[in-house]
Structures are given as structure tokens and as C-alpha cells.
Nanobody
Framework: QVQLVESGGGSVQAGGSLRLSCAAS????????LGWFRQAPGKEREFLAA????????YIGGSGRGRFSISKDDAKSTVYLQMDQLRPEDTAVYYC?????????????????WGQGIQVTVSS
């Protein structure tokens, strides 16, 4: 099993930056892939970024390309989502997720464990 806890959310003005963190526990951190998703009110959950267990493969989804990046620190069992040039349309609940088969995937069905989510609000 994997337990995931997000932090670092909050309110920011458009054009600003936030770094979300997701602390993992349970299964050995360096053995599974991790991803970030978000869900805005009335919308489906959207893939943002994923990273392989070795950090050798990263994948950024359409909404985050050029603005978001993903990284992980195995010593801290933490994955990060750096978000720059934030826009009001980035307002959503952000989730991290774990894929124990180490598949870097953009589909939420590929992920086995999820955090509880954290709110990010971007004001204009």
C-alpha cells in the first residue's frame, strides 16, 4: 500500500508560482511511478505530469507544458509539482497518485493510490 499526502496549495495571483509536495509512505518510494492530476468544479479529472521510479522518464500533460515540471526526492519520499505562470483557469483541487507498476501514464485508471487532494486558487 501507498499513502500520499499533498501540501503546498493555497491562493496565488495570476502569473505567480506554487510548488506542490506529495509525501509518500508505505511501499518503497523508489519502486513506483507518480503522477499529478487536478479537478476543477464541474470538470473531469485532468492529467498534469508523471515521473518514473528512477526519475529517468517524465511526462507533462497538455495544460502544464511549458509551465509545470515534476521532480522527486527519494531521500524524502516526496514528489513535487512546480507550477509557474499560473492562470485563473489553473484553479482546481490537485491530486498526486501512485502507479505501482511504474508506468508513466496520463490516464487516471492506471493509478492505484491517490492523495486526498489540495486546493489551489489563482486570482486574476
Amino acid at each position: 500500500q501507498v499513502q500520499l499526502v499533498e501540501s503546498g496549495g493555497g491562493s496565488v495571483q495570476a502569473g505567480g508560482s506554487l510548488r506542490l509536495s506529495c509525501a509518500a509512505s508505505g511501499r518503497t518510494f523508489s519502486t513506483y511511478a507518480l503522477g499529478w492530476f487536478r479537478q476543477a468544479p464541474g470538470k473531469e479529472r485532468e492529467f498534469l505530469a508523471a515521473i518514473s521510479a528512477s526519475s529517468g522518464i517524465t511526462y507533462i500533460g497538455g495544460s502544464g507544458r511549458g509551465r509545470f515540471s515534476i521532480s522527486k526526492d527519494d531521500a524524502k519520499s516526496t514528489v513535487y509539482l512546480q507550477m509557474d505562470q499560473l492562470r485563473p483557469e489553473d484553479t482546481a483541487v490537485y491530486y498526486c497518485a501512485a502507479n505501482v507498476r511504474n508506468v508513466v501514464a496520463g490516464y487516471e485508471d492506471h493509478y492505484d493510490y491517490w492523495g486526498q487532494g489540495i486546493q489551489v486558487t489563482v486570482s486574476s
